[in-house]
């Protein structure tokens, strides 16, 4: 039941574009067309899915002060999160790296598809946002931080997902000159974001 | 007024190629630590600082670093930049760094870094791409304090932190704007940037 609560909120309430303005450069860049913007949410979603509950692992027992302790009485007292950042940032260009070329070898039509963006994932805020905020909330299992990773994702999709739809439908509007283009987006996701907070305050 | 062509890389990213709102990089952090004036000068005061060295750094670096790893060597030195301004901010600044929580972290992620250190600092020698740093530095810094000024001011009425909005103000009914400090109006905010800028530049 906890689990669903965060599941819910992460989606809706604490939603990685609307409520911190995370992965709003891919955001804003690949959200032309509701294809590819459907499969960057995708990728970003499993990205998160995979990489919440190894950065969990690498936080809890190496990170937090005094988690060496199961290497040995004598490094009870090290406090290594000053590494955190580094650290983080690693595995997550690792992992989208290995992601990379598992897509490449399975599933050449959507490694196709994504193209460049691909690569791109490692930087993408939302993802290092998600494993900062996990890091914060201090979760307790790693359950707990991959359906975090899991809502987060599906929220950064839906809101992709939802912009790319409504700029397809702008070409065909007329919208003020000095606005067109990025103008006009910022103000839809802002939009976007006033309804979304209608959300705030759903508790399951 | 006539800007001699060594000191380019510094002015253009001021207006004309400014890195938020014609660039349109590096808009996570601009909008989610602009609620309040302070933070937003601490950051851009951290976002200069890291993206003037890590450019610096990487172009020394630019012909021996392989092309194929390059991404992951950016993010490294950019890594360890952040580590130290965040172990500074939380030594001297302990207040703002608790507000800005993990949007320092975030400056490693922050598309500006990467963008100059792919477009400038791989194919310029040190002291442009150290000039182009500081420049992208204010340039994002001067939308910031813009975004920063008004949503303070009409959010909570005050500067600073200090009060600015006098007090018969709210005695005759005038009231801050809640909203202001909301997320949304911080993109709506930054749309009135862009909006102006196209409309002087065209």
Redesign the interface.
């Known amino acids: 039941m906890e689990n669903l609560n965060l599941f819910i909120r992460s989606i809706f309430i604490d939603n990685m574009i609307f409520a911190y303005f995370l992965g709003m450069c891919s955001f804003l860049a690949v959200s032309k067309n509701v294809k590819t913007a459907f499969g960057l949410g995708v990728a970003v979603t499993f990205v998160l899915i995979v990489s919440l509950p190894i950065c969990w692992a690498i936080n809890h027992f190496i990170l937090v002060p005094g988690a060496l302790t199961w290497l040995g009485e004598e490094y009870a007292d090290a406090d290594l999160s000053f590494l955190g950042l580094i650290m983080f940032i690693s595995v997550i260009a690792a992992l989208v790296q290995i992601l990379e070329m598992a897509i490449e070898k399975f599933t050449p039509a959507l490694y196709n598809a994504l193209g460049i963006f691909l690569p791109l994932i490692a930087v993408n805020c939302a993802i290092l946002g998600a494993v900062l905020f996990m890091q914060q909330r201090d979760f307790d299992n790693a359950w707990t931080a991959t359906v975090y990773g899991a809502g987060s994702g599906i929220g950064w999709l839906l809101a992709i997902t939802c912009l790319a739809a409504i700029r397809q439908r702008l070409t065909v509007s007329a919208v003020p000159a000095p606005l067109r283009g990025i103008g006009i987006s910022f103000i839809i996701t802002g939009l976007m974001g006033i309804a979304f907070m209608s959300f705030l305050g759903i508790k399951i | 007024m006539k800007i001699s062509k060594s000191l380019l890389p510094l002015v253009t990213p001021l207006s004309k190629d400014n890195p938020v709102?014609v660039q349109?990089?590096?808009?996570?952090?601009a909008?989610?630590v602009t609620a309040k004036l302070e933070p937003a000068i601490v950051m851009t005061i951290s976002v200069t600082a890291v993206l003037a060295l890590a450019n610096v750094i990487i172009s020394a670096l630019r012909n021996t670093i392989p092309t194929s790893i390059r991404?992951?060597v950016q993010?490294?030195v950019v890594?360890?930049l952040?580590?130290v301004v965040?172990?500074v901010l939380k030594a001297f600044a302990y207040d703002v760094s608790k507000q800005l929580?993990?949007f320092i972290?975030?400056i490693?992620?922050?598309?500006i870094i990467?963008g100059r250190l792919e477009a400038f600092a791989l194919n310029n020698r040190p002291w442009p791409a150290f000039l182009d740093g500081i420049g992208n530095g204010l340039g994002y810094g001067i939308i910031l304090v813009i975004v920063a000024f008004f949503r303070e001011l009409l959010g909570s009425g005050t500067l600073l932190g200090c009060q600015v909005i006098p007090q018969w103000c709210y005695e005759h009914g005038y009231a801050n704007c809640g909203l202001m400090i909301?997320?949304?109006?911080?993109?709506?905010t930054?749309?009135c940037i862009?909006?102006v800028h196209?409309?002087k530049a065209?």
């Open positions: 709102i349109v990089l590096g808009i996570c952090s909008l989610a991404i992951i993010l490294v890594a360890a952040v580590v965040d172990q929580s993990v972290g975030l490693i992620t922050n598309c990467m909301l997320p949304p109006m911080a993109l709506i930054v749309a862009i909006w196209n409309r065209s």
